[in-house]
Every structure is written in structure tokens, then in C-alpha cells.
């Protein structure tokens, strides 16, 4: 009831195009909702996040959209590009406890 | 830069040893998380410490521990090092009391356990 599932593993997107990651959650007491990036050798830095009284998100390219009735949540990058490429990781959370984490998004994008 | 700071950077050292890592807060963030990332089990949590205080454990092993001090930087200790061990240790701060459970996070320590 802990996990948090998150799909695909890697995704491979041509410069220009939208990168789309899923996760799925089953604790339907979480109410943040993060998106991490990490690229290699670094720490996991806060991309976006949201709140589950909320269907959408959007900062810049990056869009959250959230579907409390499936318990899925899903992150967009429109216009993707070469400098995107990193691993993402999709979280879940309650009040101020730790973060539970999907399992990775590596995306590589082509120029 | 998320302004949390992790020492050191890199560390190797043998089995059976004992390892101090160090982390420092954004200023004015009260609460400290340490995770660890390994390739077979992703991003962990470990334990959490608010304002000096123990607040949640997570899958931390006995041989872990960690304390946070009253300057509120934070320090996690592991001891009888074992093979699995090496991973990469990042701790991350929050500002608690804030609208999100925003958590920033630092660089991380990469650990190798020879």
C-alpha cells in the first residue's frame, strides 16, 4: 500500500517531442505528489509537484496532470530536449513523512 | 544548487569499517532525511530527524545511526561495513510547517565498500 509504481523504465524521445511518465499510487492518504530529476552523479532536484485538490499543474514545459479516482499521476514534457535527459522519479507523501519513491523514468532525447 | 551541503563527497573504505557522513541543512530548514540510492533498491528512505529529535524510521539496519545536533546539521554513521553497503547516501531538509513537503536535496555521498 506503500509503493509507488512508476512506467516506463527508459523512454527514448526524438528533440521536439513529448516525454509522458505514469505512476500509480495505491495509499490514497498521500497528498503531495513531486516529480524529481537526477542527472548522473548528482542529487534528485525538485522538477514539480502537486496536491491532490488539484487535476493539473503546469510550469513552464513541464506539466503535472493528477487523477485521484485512479490514483495515477503523470508527468509531460512538452517540447523535449537534449538537455532533458536525466532519470526522473515520480513520489508520494504524506503531511511531512518521507518520501516513497517510483522506481525511475530514464529518458534520453535525440536531437 | 539546492543549498544542502553533503561530506564528503566520495568515500572507500573496507569491510567491516566505520563511516561517518555529514550533512548541513538549507538555512532555516528544520527537518533532515537521509535516503540511500542502489541500483536494486532505488531511492530508500532511511530516517528523519526534526529539530534535533528522531521523528520516523524507515528500513534503516541496526548497524546505521545517525543524530542531529543542534546547529541542526546531521550525521549518519555506519559501522561493520558490509559489501552491499556501497550505495550513494544523499540526505535532503524541509522547511517543516510550509503549504508542501518540499524536501531539497544535497549531492550526495557515494560509498564503496571494498
Known amino acids: 500500500q506503500q509503493q509507488v509504481k512508476q512506467s516506463p523504465q527508459s523512454l527514448i524521445v526524438q528533440k521536439g517531442g513529448i516525454s509522458i511518465i505514469n505512476c500509480a499510487y495505491e495509499?490514497?492518504?498521500?497528498?503531495?505528489f513531486p516529480w524529481y530529476q537526477q542527472f548522473p552523479g548528482k542529487g534528485p532536484a525538485l522538477l514539480i509537484a502537486?496536491?491532490?485538490?488539484?487535476s493539473e499543474k503546469k510550469e513552464g514545459r513541464f506539466t503535472i496532470s493528477f487523477n485521484k479516482s485512479a490514483k495515477q499521476f503523470s508527468l509531460h514534457i512538452m517540447d523535449s530536449q537534449p538537455g532533458d535527459s536525466a532519470t526522473y522519479f515520480c513520489?508520494?507523501?504524506?503531511?511531512?513523512?518521507?518520501?516513497?519513491f517510483g522506481t525511475g523514468t530514464r529518458l534520453q532525447v535525440f536531437p | 544548487d539546492s543549498g544542502v551541503t553533503q561530506t564528503p563527497k566520495h568515500l572507500i573504505t573496507a569491510t567491516g569499517q566505520r563511516v561517518t557522513l555529514r550533512c548541513s541543512p538549507r538555512?532555516?530548514?528544520?527537518?533532515v532525511y537521509w535516503y540511500q540510492q542502489s541500483l536494486d533498491q532505488g531511492l530508500q528512505f532511511l530516517i528523519q530527524?526534526?529539530?534535533?529529535?528522531?521523528?520516523a524510521k524507515g528500513n534503516i539496519l541496526e548497524r546505521f545511526s545517525a543524530q542531529q545536533f543542534p546547529d541542526l546539521h546531521s550525521e549518519l554513521n555506519l559501522s561493520s561495513l558490509e559489501l552491499g553497503d556501497s550505495a550513494l547516501y544523499f540526505c535532503?531538509?524541509?522547511?517543516?510547517?510550509?503549504?508542501?513537503?518540499?524536501?531539497?536535496f544535497g549531492p550526495g555521498t557515494r560509498l564503496t565498500v571494498l
Open positions: 502537486i496536491r491532490p485538490d488539484v
Open positions: 495509499n490514497t492518504a498521500f497528498d503531495y
Open positions: 535532503a531538509s524541509s522547511a517543516v510547517g510550509g503549504t508542501y513537503n518540499e524536501q531539497f
Open positions: 530527524y526534526y529539530n534535533g529529535e528522531e521523528r
Open positions: 538555512s532555516g530548514d528544520l527537518s
Open positions: 513520489a508520494a507523501s504524506l503531511n511531512t513523512d518521507k518520501l516513497i
